[in-house]
């Protein structure tokens, strides 16, 4: 507990604004009350996206950045497959573009054959995508799934179970290396499966993690270069697709990564005082107003206005206030 709250301290003052993963979910989520005056443009987009229970019924589309867009025509991960179990189901977060369901689905079969006996799926996005109301920056256009570290049991998990199990921390309590008592080859074995696959554009870990596969990856290096530290990821990886082909006029693609293994003296940043033991700034930082519609893609009214499909339930979210995770919404500025 002590090495999960510390991990979180030295990201909050890191990184002001944020907070752990690990929320738990809840076995009773309650609807949100509407909203007084929905189409006041200085209404947050996330208070509007995040009472949508149900995908817009249009085409496909990831429209605009992966921290500034939204998701029409969204598929949602079946909560349950042979080779993955969705988590956390109270904040109905299953939902992407067909491209990510078919790539998750593929990974959790290829994960099996290399000793992970399946994918424990987190976040993805909300049915329309767009900004949620707790946690990440990024998960907005249908291109992002968050994976445990934690492989999937060989049973059912209970609904409870999804709520309220944690993963598991994989990095040690001074932040510089993974925890070896809980570090497994096969840890190292679905993240390489993971970067192999062809639409996989970036996977965020944590740097202590990054660190341990540069490490142990050996001669074959080539995946490595998708694999990218990030702050938090202690206990998931994040998994980013790109654009979906043809989609590239309305889905902004990210600069690609840079070249090599990215294990060279690139990483020493992260394991420098300043980041490790970041000092509290005396001024705190003011937060960042929060998205309007107006700074999303102009489409995405349509998305948001699109009529939910007949006979589906009204909005149902949790209401929590409370923050989940950083999200990678790009990288380090000056670092790519
Ligand atoms: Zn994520």
């Not at 030295?10 to 929320?23: K, N, S, T, W």
């Not at 946690?135 to 609904?159: C, F, N, Y």
């Not at 001074?174 to 696959?197: C, F, G, L, N, Y």
Request: hydrophobic content about 35%.
């Amino acid at each position: 507990m002590f090495a999960r709250f510390f991990a979180c301290g030295v990201l909050i003052l890191a990184m002001p604004g944020i907070a752990c993963a690990q929320d738990l979910g809840t076995l009773n989520p309650k609807p949100l009350p509407p909203l007084a005056n929905p189409s006041d443009p200085n209404t947050p987009a996330k208070e509007l996206f995040g009472r949508k229970a149900d995908p817009a019924p249009l085409a496909s589309r990831a429209l605009g950045w992966y921290a500034a867009g939204c998701l029409s025509g969204a598929s949602a991960l079946p909560i349950n497959g042979k080779t993955w179990q969705v988590m956390r189901l109270s904040r109905n977060r299953n939902w992407g573009h067909p491209n990510l369901i078919a790539m998750l689905e593929r990974l959790s079969e290829q994960g099996k054959k290399v000793g992970w006996n399946g994918l424990l799926v987190g976040d993805m996005s909300q049915p329309r995508g767009g900004p949620m109301r707790t946690g990440h920056a990024s998960h907005q256009v249908g291109l992002d799934a968050d994976i445990w570290l934690t492989p999937m049991p060989k049973r059912e998990l209970t609904r409870k179970e999804r709520e309220e199990n944690s993963a598991v921390m994989m990095v040690a309590a001074d932040r510089k290396d993974i925890d070896p008592t809980v570090w497994t080859p096969q840890h190292m074995a679905i993240i390489k499966a993971a970067s192999e696959q062809p639409e996989v554009e970036r996977i965020f870990v944590n740097p202590a993690i990054k660190k341990a596969l540069c490490r142990d990856a050996g001669d074959s290096r080539a995946w490595l270069h998708k694999v990218r530290p990030y702050w938090g990821h202690d206990y998931h990886f994040h998994v980013r697709i790109k654009c979906p082909p043809g989609q590239t006029d309305y889905c902004k693609p990210q600069d690609p990564v840079p070249a090599g293994d990215g294990c060279g003296k690139e990483m020493d940043y992260w394991f420098t005082d300043a980041v490790l033991h970041p000092k509290p700034s005396l001024i705190p930082e003011k937060p960042k107003p929060p998205l309007k519609l107006a700074g999303l893609p102009a489409a995405c009214r349509a998305v948001l206005d699109a009529p939910a499909p007949s006979g589906k339930p009204i909005a149902v979210q949790p209401d929590d206030t409370s923050l989940e995770e950083l999200e990678p919404a790009s990288e380090l500025p000056g670092r790519e």
